[in-house]
T-cell receptor, first 114, second 114 residues
């Protein structure tokens, strides 16, 4: 089973560029979310979705957009990259929402913004 | 607001020792607590999920306990092996958590010396 697949694994952007981080899961999970992980800060929630067509903001949503047109896919868009968005990004999913069941994580995208 | 603390931040022990990792949380009104393992450059893997009504969960050489009243959980690793080397994080689901109710600790970096 593929589980949660994230692409790309590494990305370097220049300030002001835009890009989309891809996330797909093949477990038919309703709940999907995006986190960023920074040294000394722990994991912080960016956006989440409790089902296709439904998204909501997390703790640090500014500068990011999401959409959920299918159950499987939950892309994260950086609108105009800034150095403060240099981080490791993780996509996660679970069968039902809001941390009630085990979370499954992708392997992460390491993003550097110059 | 829920806060999760993991002590120690780093731990190094010889192979074969039994060890305990600690996780404490400030708001005891939790729904569940989840222990994760993170290998370098990889995503998080859920190890054990303890519901608020449970006292402990076991999986192989791992045993996680939960004491809601004191705001503590421990992850016990028996007969440690070099392959157990990783960062271990705990996450608490509570009404005082983030937008998805989850609050993550910053992790304990564990090194098992061969």
């Amino acid at each position: 089973n593929a589980g949660v697949t994230q692409t790309p694994k590494f990305q370097v952007l220049k300030t002001g560029q835009s890009m989309t981080l891809q996330c797909a899961q093949d477990m038919n999970h309703e709940y999907m979310s995006w986190y960023r992980q920074d040294p000394g800060m722990g994991l912080r929630l960016i956006h989440y979705s409790v089902g296709a067509g439904i998204t909501d903001q997390g703790e640090v949503p500014n500068g990011y957009n999401v959409s959920r047109s299918t159950t499987e896919d939950f892309p994260l868009r950086l609108l105009s990259a800034a150095p403060s968005q240099t981080s490791v990004y993780f996509c996660a999913s679970s069968r039902t929402g809001m941390g009630v069941e085990k979370l499954f994580f992708g392997s992460g995208t390491q993003l550097s913004v110059l | 607001k829920q806060e999760v603390t993991q002590i120690p931040a780093a731990l190094s022990v010889p192979e074969g020792e039994n060890l305990v990792l600690n996780c404490s949380f400030t708001d005891s009104a939790i729904y569940n607590l989840q222990w994760f393992r993170q290998d370098p450059g990889k995503g998080l893997t859920s190890l054990l999920l303890i519901q608020s009504s449970q006292r402990e969960q076991t999986s192989g050489r791992l045993n996680a306990s939960l004491d809601k009243s004191s705001g503590r959980s421990t992850l016990y690793i028996a007969a440690s092996q070099p392959g157990d080397s990783a960062t271990y994080l705990c996450a608490v689901k509570s009404s005082g958590g983030g937008a998805d109710g989850l609050t993550f600790g910053k992790g304990t970096h564990l090194i098992i010396q061969p």
